[in-house]
């Protein structure tokens, strides 16, 4: 069965720490694997995207691995600001297809001052 | 928001009516969704559109109907067939290879 999971459920942290938020996923064909940011009552925002050859990318404090070989991800997030507070989607597409994506739950992250 | 709009931002419906949502994009996007978000959940496709006049059923879509007849519009029914209506309803549109999508606002939709 194709699923993504996302661990921890919820986080929080206190402003100016680090974190790193997980995902682990089942999903075979791989295509690609997209982390969104999502603020309570808007829609997601994408952070990265990484193909099956890429294992690092970054967007500003936000650092994004991939294993494909253990089918994880992980979403570093440095020096952790109040706005950071926000839904962590990890999404991953089975083909390069409109129709085969499947989306975590996400992790509920809150950065107190 | 990236040139999705939807509207309304937030609705509410008597049990027995059908609302519809609307999404619009300035994208020129080939491809558009429709996605239901509930607490603690993922996000479920509903119905996506890969070409005008065209759409397929997703994951959940007994309940809802739409229509693609302008590249820029994917509206949604949600009809009284749909047993628990109450969520917030997203939309996004993608280039026809859909690597990312960019999504709209979203609906929050509330039955009474």
């Known amino acids: 069965k194709n699923q993504v999971e996302q661990s921890p459920q919820s986080l929080i942290i206190l402003e100016g720490k680090n974190c790193t938020l997980q995902c682990n996923y089942t999903v075979s064909p791989f295509s690609n694997l997209r982390w969104y940011k999502q603020d309570t009552g808007r829609g997601p925002v994408s952070l990265t995207i990484m193909t099956f050859s890429e294992n690092t990318k970054s967007n500003g404090r936000y650092t994004a691995t991939l294993d494909a070989d253990t089918k994880q991800s992980s979403l570093h997030i440095t020096a952790s600001q109040l706005s950071d507070s926000a839904s962590y989607i990890c999404v991953v597409s089975r083909e390069s297809s409109a129709s085969k994506i499947i989306f975590g739950s996400g992790t509920r992250l809150s950065i107190r001052p | 928001d990236g040139g999705i709009t939807q509207s309304p931002k937030y609705l509410f419906r008597k049990e027995g009516q059908n609302v519809t949502l609307s999404c619009e994009q300035n994208l020129n996007h080939d491809a558009m969704y429709w996605y239901r978000q509930d607490p603690g959940q993922g996000l479920r496709l509903i119905y996506y559109?890969?070409?005008?006049?065209?759409?397929q059923k997703g994951d959940i879509a007994e309940g809802y109907s739409v229509s693609r007849e302008k590249k820029e519009s994917f509206p949604l029914t949600v009809t009284s067939a749909q047993k628990n209506p109450t969520a917030f309803y997203l939309c996004a549109s993608s280039t026809s290879q859909g690597n990312e999508q960019f999504f709209g606002p979203g609906t929050r939709l509330t039955v009474l």
């Open positions: 559109s890969q070409i005008v006049n065209d759409f």
